[in-house]
């Protein structure tokens, strides 16, 4: 079965700190992988995703992301971090035979010191 | 934005209460998803709709059904509201690209406090 580890529940970062938050999927077949941000009591943003080709994908707000086959890892990216990027951030994956569905992860919570 | 809007975005009802949340959609996408958000959980899929009067279950359904008699709108009910069901709803849909490519976006979501 598929699932989605987010191994951070909550991170701290210095603004102007870089970032790199987690994500590890299971599936067997190339998955399709997304990264979503929700700021609180709002709905969740599509940052980025990857579906094939080039491997370190590009995003939303200066974020990126690295699919890495060998480790079957998918890891967010942001080399500044501003005191807007505070919020929680979910990982997710979708695979051809699955209906359209997403696994989503568990979120990791990112809060930003001034 | 893809024109999706959730009402009520926030109720409060009894146990044993029947609730029917609504999902509505402007721009004609085939699937739609209800999913339940909770503190250390993520979401986590409750139902999901692939056409008019087409829909399957998800991870966590129990408890809840669907309907959708239109393309624009998804609802869910909870038939007999429980506390476990105290949780932020959020209504999906999904962009075909090219290919299917599975771009999921998200409504609002609607705070539901079971009492």
């Known amino acids: 079965a598929q699932s989605v580890t987010q191994p951070d529940i909550h991170i701290t970062v210095s603004e102007g700190a870089s970032l790199e938050l987690r994500c590890n999927y299971s599936?067997?077949?190339?998955?399709?992988l997304f990264w979503y941000v929700q700021s609180p009591g709002q709905g969740l943003q599509l940052l980025l995703k990857?579906?094939?080709?080039?491997?370190l994908v590009q995003g939303i707000k200066g974020f990126e992301a690295e699919f890495k086959r060998s480790q079957s890892s998918f890891n967010l990216r942001k080399p500044s971090v501003h005191w807007s990027d505070a919020a929680e951030y979910f990982c997710a994956v979708g695979a051809d035979n699955q209906g359209g569905k997403l696994i989503f992860g568990q979120g990791t919570e990112l809060s930003v010191k001034p | 934005d893809a024109g999706i809007t959730q009402s009520p975005r926030h109720k409060v009802t009894e146990t044993g209460t029947p609730v029917t949340l609504r999902c509505h959609q402007t721009e004609n996408h085939r699937y739609m998803y209800w999913y339940r958000q909770d503190p250390g959980h993520g979401l986590r899929l409750i139902h999901y709709?692939?056409?008019?009067?087409?829909?399957d279950k998800g991870e966590v359904s129990d408890g809840y059904s669907v309907s959708r008699s239109k393309t624009e709108d998804f609802l869910l009910t909870l038939e007999s509201a429980t506390s476990s069901q105290t949780s932020v709803y959020f209504c999906a849909i999904s962009v075909a690209g090219g290919t299917l490519s599975y771009e999921q976006y998200f409504g609002p979501g609607t705070r539901l406090t079971v009492t």
């Open positions: 599936y067997g077949a190339t998955p399709y």
């Open positions: 990857y579906f094939s080709g080039d491997t």
């Open positions: 709709s692939y056409g008019v009067k087409d829909t």
